[in-house]
Nanobody, 114 residues
Framework: QVQLVESGGGLVQAGGSLRLSCAAS????????MGWYRQAPGKERELVAR???????DYADSVKGRFTISRDNGKNTVYLQMNSLQPEDTAVYYC????????WGQGTQVTVSS
């Protein structure tokens, strides 16, 4: 069973930065996408960013130019560098891996104060 372990969340002031990491417990084959969703209180889960096996990233319009997704295949890890954070970025962030099914992390809280 694959486990995804996230780290790097926390409390930051508006304009600050955080870097999220998500490490898989073992090598995952046939990955189509790795990425991050987020869910704010009272809102639906939304895709923040994803990256293909070939390294091509996609971003939600709300984070373009501020967030950067990257991956280290050798470490089975995906990262999300978040800059210029705003209060509306406050949410629980979940990493995921999609092969022919989804694998999910447990979520990490990101809180941005104004």
């Amino acid at each position: 069973q694959v486990q995804l372990v996230e780290s790097g969340g926390g409390l930051v002031q508006a304009g600050g930065s955080l870097r999220l990491s998500c490490a898989a417990s073992r090598v995952i084959f046939s990955i189509n996408f790795m990425g991050w969703y987020r869910q704010a209180p009272g809102k639906e889960r939304e895709l923040v960013a994803r990256i293909t096996s070939g390294g091509r990233p996609d971003y939600a319009d709300s984070v373009k130019g501020r967030f950067t997704i990257s991956r280290d295949n050798g470490k089975n890890t995906v990262y999300l560098q978040m800059n210029s954070l705003q209060p509306e970025d406050t949410a629980v962030y979940y990493c995921y891996v999609f092969t022919t099914r989804y694998y999910w992390g447990q979520g990490t809280q990101v809180t941005v104060s104004s």
